[in-house]
């Protein structure tokens, strides 16, 4: 829609990036084949993506990258469609009935994608091996496979604030105990919320470590606020500021 492209006009002028208008490129072809129109959620999505390819160069990095908590397989939908070239592998984690969404949209948005279900480690290494499959889809409940593999960089957008510590710690520990040397992490989350159950989750308390190596470390500048153009002022602020963190992480494993 016209409108949102006007709207989401301050967002574009943030991607100061030397890829984000190849990758904006790839959103919109993304969104052509789910005949929708390019969202807020897909700009944010294209924008992190740019960051990253900024600072870290993803053509270096072989391992495959692992999405936690995908918002309808847009990110997974964009590596795969940007990183093409590249034959990159996604592997694709979270709770069942999203996952199952996602996997719809990311059939509907890749056609070349090749997606599989495992359960166990022994499939993931067989998933892993076999050319043919581009997507691995894990239950969250089994988690705890993406650690018997390597992890060339892991994203996390906005899901972490909705568990609690305890889960957060087990998906840190995941990462940071995979079998390679070099492990990523892009994470953006809301520095505090507070959950039904009246937990605060607080980003800050998120299990880092002293050793790890923080590439991007600031307040994410396109996850501040959305817009509304049916309502003046039509800019508003979320209800909590959103950090993002772009780490090499500590390998606790291989100390």
């Known amino acids: 829609m016209l409108v949102d492209y006007i709207f989401q006009t301050p967002f574009r002028r943030q991607g100061n990036f030397s890829k984000f208008k190849k990758i904006l490129q790839h959103a919109n072809e993304i969104h052509k084949e789910r005949r929708t129109s390019l969202e807020l959620a897909t700009l944010r999505n294209v924008l992190s993506l740019a960051l990253i390819e900024d600072k870290i160069h993803l053509e270096q990095i072989s391992d495959p990258i692992v999405v936690i908590g995908d918002g309808y397989g847009f990110m997974s939908s964009l590596l795969l469609s940007y990183l093409y070239h590249l034959k990159v592998k996604v592997v694709v984690v979270n709770l069942n009935q999203n996952l199952l ?51 060339g960089i892991a994203i996390n957008i906005a899901s972490m604030q909705e568990m609690n510590p305890p889960i957060i710690t ?86």
């Open 170 to 255: 087990e998906y840190f520990n995941f990462i940071r105990n995979s079998i390679n040397q070099n492990t990523y992490f892009y994470c953006s989350n809301r520095i505090e919320k507070i959950l039904p159950d009246g937990t605060i989750v607080n980003y800050f308390k998120y299990p880092w470590h002293s050793k790890d190596k923080f590439l991007v470390d600031e307040l994410c500048p396109w996850h501040q606020y959305y817009y509304n153009y049916k309502q003046p002022p039509f800019y508003f602020p979320y209800d909590g500021l959103v950090q993002h963190r772009l780490v090499l992480m500590n390998k606790t494993s291989q100390n």
């Open 101 to 151: 969404i996602d996997a719809v949209f990311i059939k509907k948005s890749v056609p070349f994608s090749n997606i599989c279900l495992v359960k166990n480690a022994d499939d993931y290494h067989e998933a892993l091996k076999d050319s043919e499959v581009n997507v691995i889809c894990i239950q969250a409940d089994n988690a705890h496979i993406i650690s018997s593999g390597a992890i």
